[in-house]
């Protein structure tokens, strides 16, 4: 064979493999996802194919429950969905990340919550026990202590649904118990559905699984898809003026026998809010002690000894999915009156430092979705 033809050759099998290997290069295979939730009364169910929908019937999802999953391999990404029972996932959630712990590490996690309280301002405190951080995305603390290998890229918890009449016996006694103990009351009381879940948490979510795992533009036309979630069941069968939802409020004051606690919200991000009330530790001689610092909130005590009494103050600042840009910030004595002396005075100083410049936002205004995706686009 002559030089030339060799060489002829050789560039011939360089450009059809090239051509062959191409596309490959050019073109990510399109990722496959399975969606796994669990689920006692649906609602989980609901909101799984609400997900579904709004990350778009092109993409390849498999929705399964827990029971009828059999493997994690044919998948890029796995979204894992709980409801929320005494605080925690299901048990069987626990136990299909412990099996799978080791393959889920390899992937692209996603966990999402239905639940009571989605509040993740909230500290509960109920009789004997010690006050904690609850509610919302809160109900992962011990998942992510548990399974540290596991990363998730994104996390979302909305709020559910309770449909008193058709609670086991066991879960209508919990419930109702529970009424009781709270110290600031039941949301559930003279209904018989009550809804807690906030729309917007869950399209946002949907919009981080098409942005950050599939790299998809965001979806704003969410609006039709909640027909997924809403019903024209009504919240009371005697009364057709009851409500099912009502949204938690953002600007709250109590000042009862039971507890001393106070709501609000200031323009500005997390840190900024951490400063404000570092600040006012500073001034007021409170010793600030931080219990749990996450990327959406945090939770501190803040001790002061009032006429020779030690006193342990509840503050959570959070950034809520359906708010971003804003701050809640809630304070928590669970102390009575007669021992909470001078509590008041030092959370009207720390109101002031954090309303200051116009940073407190007044009403109850809500922003709308196409508000939050786009603020969510232009912050990093
Ligand atoms: C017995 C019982 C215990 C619950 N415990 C909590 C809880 O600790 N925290 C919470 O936020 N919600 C709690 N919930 C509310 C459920 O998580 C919520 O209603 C959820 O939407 C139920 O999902 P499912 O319909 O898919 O079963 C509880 C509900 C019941 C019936």
Request: glycine share 6%; hydrophobic share 35%; proline share 6%.
């Amino acid at each position: 064979m002559q030089p030339n033809s060799r060489i002829m050759k050789t560039m011939l099998v360089v450009l059809l493999g090239i051509v062959l290997i191409w596309p490959s290069f050019a073109y990510a295979a399109p990722k496959k996802g399975l969606l796994i939730y669990d689920t006692i009364y649906g609602s989980t169910i609901e909101v799984a194919y609400w997900i579904k929908a709004l990350i778009g019937p092109e993409n390849k999802l498999d929705v399964k429950r827990l029971s009828q999953f059999l493997t994690v391999d044919p998948y890029d990404y796995v979204i894992i969905g709980s409801y929320i029972r005494n605080e925690k996932p299901s048990d069987d959630t626990y136990k299909f990340l412990e099996t799978y712990q080791d393959k889920l590490a390899e992937k692209e996690v996603i966990y999402f919550l239905t639940c009571g309280d989605n509040d993740e301002t909230m500290v509960l405190k109920t009789p004997g026990g010690t006050p904690h951080l609850i509610a919302g995305r809160n109900y992962l603390i011990d998942v992510y202590e548990k399974f540290p290998t596991i990363k998730p890229v994104v996390v979302g918890a909305f709020g559910g649904r309770q449909v008193q009449p058709t609670l086991g016996t066991m879960d209508s006694m919990f419930t109702w118990l529970l009424g009781k103990l709270a110290k600031e009351g039941a949301p559930w009381e003279g209904l018989d559905i009550w809804e807690s879940l906030i729309p917007e948490r869950v399209e946002v979510f949907a919009n981080q699984i098409r942005t950050e795992i599939l790299g998809l533009s965001p979806r704003f036309d969410v609006e039709p898809y909640r027909g997924y979630w809403h019903s024209l069941q009504p919240a009371s069968l005697s009364d057709p003026s009851k409500e099912k939802f009502h949204p938690k409020p953002f600007n709250e004051h109590q000042d009862t026998d039971r507890i001393f606690f106070t709501r609000s919200r200031i323009k500005g991000s997390l840190d900024d809010a951490i400063t404000y009330l570092q600040t006012w530790a500073k001034q007021a001689d409170i010793d600030l002690q931080e219990q749990r610092k996450t990327s959406f909130n945090v939770y501190y005590h803040a001790v002061k000894t009032y006429e020779g009494k030690e006193h342990t103050l509840h503050i959570v600042a959070a950034e809520l999915t359906e708010d971003p840009g804003n701050i809640h910030i809630s304070f928590r004595s669970y102390e009575k009156p007669e021992n909470r002396k001078g509590v008041p005075e030092d959370v009207a100083k720390a109101e002031k430092i954090l309303w200051a410049d116009g940073r407190k936002v007044e009403g109850e205004q809500r922003q709308t979705i196409t508000e939050i995706l786009t603020r969510m686009q232009s912050t990093p």
